[in-house]
């Protein structure tokens, strides 16, 4: 099941972000500060995240939002799975859903921003895996030899 996301969950996506070992400390650290926000009404309008919950328990997340600045632009910034789970369906349901609401909403595109390093190629064959187009590439964005992926959809009803 799917649904809205309670504040009581920001510590197991904290730790379920962790424990994927695909993110560092710092990135972690802000997917805190990000909920904190956005459950203390400091976010943007419109942002939305998600928990899938199975068996009583959290197996993954998503946060996404529009961009303000422009008309049917969204983003979606988290999509977490418990680690034992990826693979299994689990990710293209978070994603579906968001894109789902992000049309809903009167969203038109959706945006995906990711690493270039190697232990990112899942992550990257993912979003193509499911309709997104690498849009670009922008050279040594987080760190020398590190370049921000940009992946892009047109968001349609299916």
Do not use: H
């Not at 309670?6 to 510590?11: A, I, K, Q």
């Not at 730790?15 to 400091?42: I, K, Q, W």
């Not at 693979?87 to 969203?107: H, P």
Request: charged share 30%; glycine share 8%.
């Amino acid at each position: 099941m799917i649904r809205p996301s309670l504040r009581e969950e920001v510590d197991t996506f904290v730790a379920m972000a962790r424990a994927t070992g695909m993110f560092a400390p710092a990135e972690v650290d802000s997917l805190r500060e990000v909920y904190d926000d956005f459950f203390d009404d400091n976010c943007e309008d419109g942002d939305q995240c998600l928990t899938l919950f199975e068996d009583g328990k959290v197996t993954g997340f998503a946060y996404f939002g529009p961009d303000n600045i422009a008309v049917g632009s969204w983003e979606l910034w988290w999509i977490v799975v418990d680690k034992s789970l990826q693979g299994t369906g689990r990710g293209r349901q978070l994603l579906r859903e968001a894109e789902r609401l992000a049309l809903e909403a009167n969203g038109r595109l959706m945006f995906i921003d990711t690493s270039s390093q190697q232990r990112y190629e899942p992550t990257r064959r993912f979003y193509l895996k499911y309709g997104y187009e690498q849009e670009a590439v922008l050279r040594e964005y987080y760190n020398v030899g590190d370049d921000k992926v940009i992946f892009r959809k047109v968001l349609k009803v299916s």
